[in-house]
């Protein structure tokens, strides 16, 4: 029984769901706290971050290659393009390559450590944490195209974010409230076997991912 394509096919998410969340239980229950930290937070550079890295890489491959919406070529197109955008700035925020081209464009004003320096708050105190906040874009003293980079930055990330939740929404609150499985399933009229991004499996949505796939 292929498990993407038969009837129960929407379980697979909720049970893989819970088998992951049984034994990261599991794991923290037994582990001292040191060592968890070190498996799991220590800067990006732990096991557990660094493995997220390829995981993200794979789905830009991963949604071209087994695309999981229907509809036109440019809905499809679209729709992928902006799956990939997602996982790409994933990436370029876990490597941290975004300080990296601030750091290499603009080493006046960002140190190697990523963090801003050489730049002064109205009350004269230093400016300090990274260029990718408020306070660096209302800084006088921040270069132009500094600013530019981190407002373009900002924008593509959260704009494609918004753009997906507003096409995705309303047709999973829809979905949500009339407690339909998530549809994993062969339709006649060919949806795909593949779970639309924007519905979270196990939620209980079919006829709004349906609509949107």
């Given at each position: 029984?292929?498990l993407?394509v038969?009837?129960?096919?929407w ?5 893989v769901f819970l088998v ?8 923290w229950?037994?582990m001292?706290?040191a060592?968890l930290?070190?498996a ?6 732990s096991?557990?971050?660094?493995l997220?890295?390829?995981l ?7 949604v ?31 490597l941290?390559l975004?300080l ?5 464009a603009y ?10 320096h050489g730049?002064?708050k109205?009350?004269?105190?230093p400016?300090s944490?990274?260029p ?8 006088g003293?921040?270069?132009?195209g500094?600013?530019l980079?981190?407002v ?16 995705f ?9 009339r407690?339909?499985?998530?549809a994993?399933?062969r ?6 076997r ?8 196990g939620?209980?949505i079919?006829?709004?991912?349906r609509?949107?796939?």
């Amino acid at each position: 029984m292929n498990l993407l394509v038969s009837k129960r096919s929407w379980m697979l998410a909720p049970a893989v769901f819970l088998v992951s969340l049984a034994l990261l239980c599991a794991v923290w229950g037994v582990m001292e706290p040191a060592a968890l930290r070190a498996a799991f937070d220590a800067d990006g550079h732990s096991f557990v971050e660094t493995l997220t890295i390829p995981l993200f890489a794979l789905i830009v491959p991963a949604v071209w290659l087994c695309c999981p919406f229907s509809g036109s070529t440019t809905r499809k197109s679209l729709l992928c393009l902006a799956v990939s955008c997602v996982a790409i700035m994933a990436v370029v925020k876990e490597l941290d390559l975004h300080l990296a081209l601030m750091q290499y464009a603009y080493p006046d004003v960002v140190g190697a450590d990523g963090n801003v320096h050489g730049l002064v708050k109205p009350n004269g105190t230093p400016l300090s944490g990274t260029p990718f906040k408020m306070r660096f874009l209302t800084n006088g003293g921040a270069p132009f195209g500094a600013k530019l980079v981190v407002v373009s930055y900002f924008v593509l990330f959260f704009g494609v974010f918004a753009a997906m939740l507003a096409y995705f929404f309303p047709r999973l609150v829809k979905g949500f409230f009339r407690l339909h499985p998530v549809a994993w399933t062969r339709e006649r009229e060919r949806i795909p076997r593949h779970l639309p991004t924007g519905c979270p499996p196990g939620t209980g949505i079919r006829r709004g991912c349906r609509r949107t796939a």
